[in-house]
C-alpha cells in the first residue's frame, strides 16, 4: 500500500473495489490489526485499527470463512459470541434468529465438514453478526454463493444499515457493489484512484439513448451545447451529459426543434463502465 | 476468560484429532502388551530358582522401560497434534475470525497452549499411572516417587509443546514438526552419550551429552525422572538402563522450566508482533 487516503462515514454501505492484487484484503488486514503498516496510521471508530476493545464493536467476514469443522452452527457461533463478550442468556436467544437469517435453518443439526463454501459464508456472516456490531468488515461476502444467497446477503447488509451499521464491503461482484453500497472508492496498486457517490445521482454521468423522427442537421448540432458526444443512427440518437440537470431542457429543444420523440431514456453509467474506464485494460481482474 | 474459552476450545479441537486417537491406541497396545510380558516374566520366575532378590530387580527394570516407552509416546503426541495450531490455523486463515475478536494476541496463543497443556496433563495420566498400576497389580512392583516421575514427565511434554509453539510462529507446520523432532532427537542421543560417558568417566562425551541437554533439556528430564523413580539399590547396582551412573541435577530441571517459559515467550511475542 502507498498513499492510501480514506474516509467511510457512520451509517453507509461502504464498497471498496480494485483489480487483483490492489490491496484491498490487505487493506481490511491492517483495519483490523491482522497486519501491521510500516507507515500511517488507521482509526477504527475513533480508535487505533488494531485496539483489543475496539473490536467489540466491530464484525469481520473473512475471506473464504473456514473454522473448527466438528462445530455445528449454533455452536461456532456460541464460541464467537462468548469471544465477543456476548452473555450466554442473549446467545440462547440470538442465536436460532441469526441461523435462521443467513437462511441455514435446514442444516442447524450438521457440522461445519458437511457444508458447502455457500453454507460456509452464511455461517461465517453470522459470526460476524453475532455481537450486533457498530462496524463490519466483509471481504467478498458473496463468495460462492447462489443467486439466492446473493440476495440474502445483500439483504443482511442493508439491514444492518439501517440498524445504523456502518459496511465495509469488499467485492468483486460489481453489480452487487452497485445496488447495495452509498460509497465507493476504487484503488489500484494501493492508492485510491476514484471514488463515487451512489446516492448522488444528480451528480453522476448519464448517457441517454432517444428514438425519433424528424431530427435535422439544426437540432443534432445545437444539442452541443449539452454534451460533447453526440451520436446519429438514423431514427437513433445517443448523447452523454455530465448530469441529469438539463435532461429536461434537452427534450424540450427536441420537441420544440419538431422532432417527434417516441422514447428518451436516461441511463446512468454502470460501476462496471467507470471500473473498466478507471481500471484500463485487462491486468487480471 | 478470553484465555479459558480458547483453552476450552483447543482442548476440544486437539481430542477430535486422529493423531492423538491413534497415540491413545498406540499405548492402549502397549499397556496390553506390557501387562501380558509382565504376566509372563512373573509366571516364569514362579518356576525358577532366581532369587527373590534378583526377581524384584528384573521386574522393576521391566518398569523403567515400560515408563520411559511411556515418556516416549507422550512427548511425540505432544508435539504431532500441537505442531499445525498456530502455522495451519495462520495457513487456513482460521486465525483472522479469532484474532479479529476482542482478545489480545497473547491471549490466543496462551490459551491453546493451556488446551494442549490439558490434553498432555490427561495423556500423561492415563499412561503413566497405567503402566505404574500394572507393575503394582501384576508385577509387585512400584516406582520409588512414582509422583515426581508423572510430573517430570509431563514438564517434558510441556518443553516439547513449548518449542513446537515457537516454532510454529515462525515457520509452517512440516517444517516446525522437522525442527521440533529434530531437536527431540539430538537431546535423545545426548542423553545416551551422557549416559554412556558414566561408564568411562569419560568428560568430552558427557560435554556433548550435556550441551545436547542445553540445547533440547527433553531426555534429561526423562533421565531425571528414571532416578526419582528407580530404588536406590537398582540404580546403584546398574540393573536398568537408566542406572544413576549420569544424574540431571536439580539445576537442570530448573533450567528445562525456565527454557520452556523462555520457548513459550518468544512464541507470545513473534505471534504478536507477525502478520497473520
Known amino acids: 500500500m502507498r498513499d492510501l487516503t480514506l474516509t467511510v462515514r457512520r451509517g453507509e454501505i461502504f464498497g471498496f473495489l480494485g483489480p487483483n492484487g490492489a490491496g484491498k484484503s490487505t487493506s481490511i488486514k491492517m483495519l483490523l490489526g491482522l497486519a501491521k503498516p510500516t507507515s500511517g496510521e488507521a482509526f477504527v471508530l475513533d480508535a487505533p485499527s488494531g485496539d483489543v476493545e475496539v473490536r467489540r464493536r466491530i464484525g469481520f467476514l473473512p475471506e473464504n470463512f473456514r473454522f473448527y469443522e466438528w462445530l455445528t452452527p449454533a455452536e461456532l457461533l456460541h464460541l464467537h459470541g462468548r469471544l465477543c463478550g456476548v452473555p450466554a442468556s442473549k446467545l440462547s436467544q440470538r442465536i436460532p434468529a441469526l441461523i435462521d437469517l443467513v437462511g441455514l435453518t435446514p442444516h442447524i443439526d450438521k457440522r461445519l465438514q458437511n457444508f458447502s463454501k455457500g453454507m460456509l459464508q452464511r455461517i461465517g456472516l453470522a459470526q460476524a453478526l453475532v455481537h450486533e456490531p457498530e462496524v463490519i468488515f466483509l471481504d467478498e461476502p458473496t463468495s460462492g454463493l447462489d443467486p439466492l444467497g446473493r440476495r440474502t446477503v445483500r439483504d443482511i447488509i442493508r439491514a444492518q444499515r439501517d440498524r445504523g451499521a456502518t459496511v465495509f464491503l469488499n467485492s468483486h461482484l460489481l453489480s452487487e457493489i452497485e445496488i447495495t453500497c452509498d460509497q465507493v472508492v476504487f484503488i489500484r496498486e494501493g492508492q485510491v484512484v476514484t471514488s463515487r457517490d451512489m446516492r448522488a445521482q444528480q451528480e453522476e454521468a448519464v448517457r441517454v439513448e432517444v428514438r425519433a423522427r424528424k431530427l435535422s442537421p439544426e437540432c443534432v448540432s445545437g444539442l452541443s451545447r449539452w454534451s460533447d458526444s453526440v451520436q446519429v443512427d438514423e431514427e437513433r440518437l445517443t448523447l452523454t451529459t455530465r448530469s441529469r440537470e438539463p435532461l429536461p431542457d434537452i427534450l424540450r429543444f427536441l420537441v420544440g426543434s419538431g422532432a417527434e420523440v417516441y422514447q428518451f431514456t436516461p441511463q446512468r453509467l454502470s460501476l462496471e463502465e467507470l471500473f473498466i474506464s478507471v481500471m484500463g485494460e485487462d491486468r487480471g481482474f | ?276
Request: charged residues 10%; contains cysteine; glycine residues 10%.
Open chain 2, 1 to 276: 476468560m478470553g484465555v479459558w474459552i480458547m483453552a476450552g476450545i483447543t482442548f476440544r479441537e486437539a481430542a477430535r484429532k486422529k493423531i492423538l486417537w491413534t497415540a491413545l491406541l498406540a499405548g492402549a497396545a502397549f499397556l496390553l502388551v506390557f501387562g501380558i510380558g509382565l504376566h509372563f516374566q512373573v509366571g516364569d520366575f514362579r518356576n525358577s530358582a532366581v532369587p527373590p532378590f534378583l526377581r524384584y530387580q528384573v521386574i522393576s527394570a521391566m518398569l523403567m522401560i515400560g515408563l520411559y516407552t511411556v515418556d516416549l509416546l507422550a512427548v511425540v503426541m505432544t508435539t504431532l497434534t500441537s505442531v499445525d495450531t498456530i502455522s495451519g490455523e495462520i495457513t487456513s486463515g482460521t486465525i483472522h475470525a479469532i484474532a479479529t475478536k476482542p482478545l489480545a494476541r497473547w491471549q490466543i496463543l496462551v490459551g491453546k497452549w493451556l488446551g494442549f497443556v490439558a490434553m498432555a496433563a490427561v495423556y500423561v495420566a492415563l499412561m503413566f499411572w497405567g503402566a505404574i498400576a500394572e507393575g503394582y497389580w501384576i508385577g509387585g512392583v512400584m516406582a520409588q516417587h512414582p509422583v515426581r516421575g508423572s510430573l517430570l514427565v509431563f514438564l517434558e511434554c510441556i518443553v516439547a509443546l513449548s518449542v513446537t509453539f515457537m516454532f510454529g510462529t515462525w515457520f509452517s507446520t512440516l517444517t516446525s514438526g522437522v525442527i521440533t523432532l529434530g531437536l527431540l532427537g539430538v537431546a535423545f542421543l545426548g542423553g545416551w552419550l551422557e549416559q554412556m560417558s558414566g561408564f568411562t568417566e569419560g568428560s568430552r562425551l558427557a560435554m556433548v551429552g550435556i550441551i545436547s541437554s542445553l540445547v533440547m533439556p527433553s531426555e534429561a528430564i526423562w533421565r531425571r525422572a528414571a532416578f526419582e523413580m528407580e530404588s536406590p539399590l537398582s540404580g546403584s547396582l546398574q540393573f536398568s538402563p537408566f542406572a544413576d551412573i549420569s544424574i540431571p541435577s536439580i539445576a537442570m530441571i530448573v533450567y528445562a522450566s525456565v527454557y520452556l517459559l523462555i520457548a513459550l515467550a518468544i512464541a507470545v511475542y513473534h505471534f504478536g508482533e507477525r502478520d497473520l
